[in-house]
């Protein structure tokens, strides 16, 4: 089913460091079920500000059996909803929230013996805290290694959580703290989690990439470009290198103009489309399935815009659509034609797309 938001109760503001604070939700019992999330996965929390509709997307920090919903905001300079809520945003204040999604995930099962790296970046250290958490619970066979990029000490988030996690599971996880703006005594962990210190990272505190399960990956964009590219190029299989981006490339020019041609072909193209379980004529009006739907008095989910939240996902059930950006779909969502509406035009007539499958 196509996901809604939900006015949810902010139970607590929680500061994490100077510039980060966590919100931790109030999930009423009947919502319970529609709010059960897997680690990794985030919320897009909606807010009015100053009379404009603003959504974003942030990643839950808490296990799924937790009982919490926890995500940490960040202040971005001249980012319009982490500094509401940083000066704003208040216990006892309400937030529209949709359920939790994201493929930035993994099964977790007791019998399953792995050893998973993580390597993030500032605030994206958010959901591999809640893949940390959930891994050294819920799986006794397996080890978590953590590279975290910060700029200094103070700027840690969870800090004093990954130390009191290192101390009880002593010796399942291990964390690695890496500073662009604090001298420590070893070389290698003085400076940004770029290429070549990722490389040195691998070979000094990994080991052999190919005895790794699964790699998580979250962060500024180049540190995270940084780390694929180090693992792709020691031939570690995409399928377990998992990456989530919170912010979007542009597309290159070849495929704008692309695109834009596609969409002059495609304007007044009649496409059929399903959400809540009705299904409707929408004619092609806007410059992407999404807003042509929303522009037909669809409620279609959306979030980002930008290719990146996939809170805009529909399955493509008949004709040919393209897509632009795809950041937020794994290979096996598009080979299972899943789209991101936000960036897709269809390519011809008798498009079908399904919000609900
Ligand atoms: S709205 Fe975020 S990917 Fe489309």
Known sequence: ?????????????????????????????????????????????????????????????????????????????????????????????????????????????EGISRHVVGIAGGSGITPVMSLVRTLLKSEPGSRFTLLYGNRDSSSIIFLEELARLKDRYLDRFEVFHFLDGEEGDFELFNGMLNRERVDEAIEHLIGDPARIGDWFICGPGPMMDAAETALLDRGVERSRIHIERFTADRPTAALASQMAELQSKAAGIVMSVTLDGRTRKVPFSESNILDSAREAGLPAPFACKAGVCATCRAKVTAGKVEMAARYGLTDEEVAESYILTCQSVPDGDGVAVDYDA
């Open 1 to 109: 089913m196509s996901a809604h938001f939900h006015a949810l109760r902010v139970a607590q503001i929680v500061p994490e460091t100077a510039d980060a604070n966590s919100i931790r939700f109030d999930i009423p019992p009947e919502l319970r079920d529609a709010f059960r999330f897997k680690a990794g996965q985030h919320l897009t929390l909606k807010a009015t500000i100053d009379g404009e509709d603003v959504r974003r997307n942030y990643s839950l920090c808490t296990s799924p059996d937790s009982g919490e919903w926890m995500v940490t905001v960040k202040r971005i300079g001249g980012g319009l909803f982490s500094n509401w809520v940083g000066d704003t945003l208040k216990a006892g204040d309400t937030l529209d929230v949709l359920p939790p999604h994201g493929s930035f995930t993994t099964d977790f099962a």
